[in-house]
């Protein structure tokens, strides 16, 4: 059985030029080596920077504690209303502010 050979026309990537596949071999993706060279340069441009990264990152962190600090609010406030968790300790008394003391002088 004989197969039927035929021309698979594709499109440069970059100027969508019409290729021709050759017999053999991997087919084409540009038409020549500046179309190449113009999808390097783009696809460079368009990567994310070490520091974009690290913000990103940053920010879904700042976002999951957040989420996380309220979640266990409403959670511990549900379950203070059905009498499981005791209700929050009444805040420390202020400390008296310290006074300086000179050894010179004898205290009053």
């Known amino acids: 059985m004989m197969k ?4 698979r026309h594709r499109t440069c990537l970059v100027c969508r030029k019409k290729l021709s596949r050759g017999g053999r071999g991997r087919p084409p993706k540009f038409c ?3 179309c190449r060279q113009k999808q390097y340069v ?4 368009n990567r994310d ?3 974009l990264l690290l913000r990103r990152d940053l920010k879904e962190l700042f976002e999951r504690d957040k989420l996380k ?5 409403v959670v511990l406030e549900e379950l203070r209303k059905i009498g499981l968790v005791p209700p929050p300790p009444a805040p420390e008394r202020k400390r008296p502010d310290l006074r300086i003391v000179k050894r010179d002088q004898p205290e009053p």
């Open 32 to 34: 020549s080596a500046s």
């Open 69 to 73: 600090t309220v979640v266990r609010e």
């Open 4 to 7: 039927l050979l035929t021309k």
């Open 49 to 51: 920077t070490p520091l």
């Open 42 to 45: 783009k696809r460079r441009a």
